[in-house]
């Protein structure tokens, strides 16, 4: 063995030079000074660790990179622990380092001879910051997606040669795959590598450093010695300074308290008890937000804790004053840091350093209280992320339920009609047709001109349809605007809003004959009238109806107008046949203005699809359409949960 | 990094005056925190890297291969692509082919499958019409209808690999499994 360590030492010089730093007795600064770059140096060693198995498992591609990270966080042994440690090291490294300048400026110790220590020092954390960046977009989530699109957009800010630099950060056009393989290969490939060396270079010459003072404090301290019993005592001091005892209890400590600090933030959320109904994925370890949707951005995107302060401080700029805010200022803060040293040799310039220092200190963290408080209070940022929160659960649950298609996660999102209704109905649909309940939650139009569709065609939506006080009910109107002045609660629920149907034959009925006609054919009957046309919902193409089902509807005189499985072939008004089914909603949406639907009388009601031979000439594919039925008749997949 | 701890050190001694088992303790102190620091992420990394040896293929599925018709009684074996649900990962792909299978109908209600995996070195074996045999294009081993290894030092350790039939009514249904290349016994692939 010792033959062995002799044959390395021969060739390396490895083992000897570590016995000659021990001879020569290398002490310190203060010591807790030093725990810094071991502390850093730990912290970088498990970067390098967890993010190289991380490697093992992820896909850098558009349709790949969320869903690996699903499988890691959700399917593989220790995978959340392995996503959380590595995302929470990545921010203690870069706080360490932010730490390690601060105590390094107000502790004097940046001075000659350490300029280029501090200045490695103050490159190593510009590289953490571009190390988290990359890193921020690898995980394809909505928040890492659009927060990288808006500062690569940033670009864009650079004379001349920003287009050109947009393209080659994101490796095309727009982002996509080679966005993340170009992030991927910068991060774990160049950033990482750069760090290191700037690390082993800056561990190095701080030794370097801390060698020369000892030999001064050294010289000076023997002067003195020769001086008398004050001298003496000095000497004695410096002597014992300048010993060589280890502290490596230290700094194995340092790094013990790095490794508990990222345990305990990758195991924060069950510290309250494990979440009912939840995976260890879901409550544990790095978040996993949902896949991002290049058609519908996040407006929540902000960027993490260090940059909150630049991202407000930017909210001060607008236009092409942009450029100051995300170029100018931060460059000039590095190059400010590196000229510190320099600046320190004027008599007042390290007071100046430290005066500075502490301001944009105060500064930073004034400008991210702001931002957090802005945040806090704004209601539609909290929208965007607990709607962005809710897609995040619902693309799980559909993961679970069907797997991931070729096509990646967001797809499932895609083909949802509880996740797609919403929307389209929001772009297609709100701005005539509620979706609300009596209490007025769910979705409510501006200017409501058209029936309240929550409901559509139940037996409770029909009850009312058919109540002569509510089927034209509708507040009244402003004189000046002619709107109608509308609550949450008060508001058309039918044909109130309507231009034409308001006064048309079906208002007309309900009014008038219908009472008479509910007298002749006996009121017990009346309720099962509205039972079975509710029913009809439910029915399926094709299928026929009984004689009953006929009469039940035809006894109230409804075929006059409508269409009714055979029953009157000229109708003026809607087919009732199927009514609320979801083949009558894809029906009427595609085409309102069809004889089967509204005809002629159809008022505003636009055709989504009317040309089924061309969809591209359509506003809305069939697929669109048949989520938007769905979604209106309440049908999707739902997981079961535990009651249940 | 070192510093002095002896000077700042208040429980024992006065400076530079301490033992050297405190030295040996302190060094081996350090050791343990140091080392237990960096192994949870080492720990973490490799179970996760061990991931794969805890999931299961999906070896054993029955699945319907053929309509009993479409065989010929006594006719030539006909090379039948296995569709199953394909996981790979995380991704799930529905009906894809996954390998294939010889299927050849022995009697009126018997059918003989065959893995078309060559049990040497997984290649896949054709058909050899005029001879009546299965030749594997890469090293030459041939087998007869049912499987049989032909030459006497065959490069084939063990004869074609048989899979389970269940002829049900009209529908033929296979137990579709792979097994390990280059042993004389039939182990399934998991």
Redesign the interface.
Known sequence: MKALLQWIDDRTGVLSARQDR?QAG???Q??WL??W??AIL?TF??QA??G??LW??YSPSAQ?AW??L???QY?????W??RG?HYY?GQVLLALIGLYVLTMIFSGTYRAPRELVFGLAVVMAAMTIALLLTGDLLSWSQRGYWSTDVRTKFLFLLPWVGGDLYKLAVGGPGMGHLTLTRFLALHAGLFSAVFGVLLVLHVCWARRAALRDAHVAFRSAKAASSRGAEGQEKAAFAE??A???????????A??A??AMV?VMSCWGALGGRPAGQLPGDYLGAELGSPPDPGDAYAAARPDWYFVGLYQFAHYFSGGWKIVPIFVVPGLLVLGFLAMPFIARWRAGHGLNVVATAALAIGVVALTAISKYQDAKDEGHQASLAAAEQDAVRVKELIRA?????AGALALLWEDPKSQGPKLFKQHCLSCHDRAAADGSGMLAQDPSAPNLHGFASAEWLAGLFDPKRIAYAPPRDPQTNKLQCTPTDRPRYFGGTEKLVKGDMVDFVKGNLREVRKDVGEEEFPKMIETLAAEAKRRPGEKASAEVKQAIGDFTCFDCHHFHGENKAPSAPHLTGYGSREWLVGIISDPGHPRFYGKNNERMPAYAKTPQSPEDNILSLRQIEMLADWLRGVWYEPLTHSE | ????????CHCCGG??A?PPRR?FL??S??????A???A???V????????PL?QKGQAGELVRLASLEGLLEGGPPVKTPVIMDR?D??????KQPVGAVFLRRTAKDQVLALQVVCPHAGCFVDYDEANQRYVCPCHKATFDLDGKRLEERSESPRDLDELEVDVRGPEVWVKFERFQPGSTDKIPQV
Not at chain 1, 243 to 253: H, I, K, M, P
Not at chain 2, 1 to 8: I, L, N, Y
Not at chain 2, 44 to 51: D, E, K
């Open positions: 021990r290398v002490p310190q203060p010591a030093g725990v770059p071991s730990f060693a498990v660790v967890t190289f198995f093992t498992f790949t869903e690996s699903y499988f890691i399917e593989v042994a220790g995978g622990l392995l440690m090291a014992r300074k010993t060589l005892v280890d502290s490596r209890v230290l700094n194995a400590l790094c013990v790095v490794m345990l069907q797997g991931i298609p070729s | 990094m070192e510093s002095p701890v002896r000077a700042t400076p530079g301490g030295g302190a060094k102190l350090a050791l343990v925190l140091g237990a620091a960096f949870t992420p080492v973490v990394g490799i179970v996760s890297f061990l991931n805890r996981v990962a995380w991704n799930r792909f529905p």
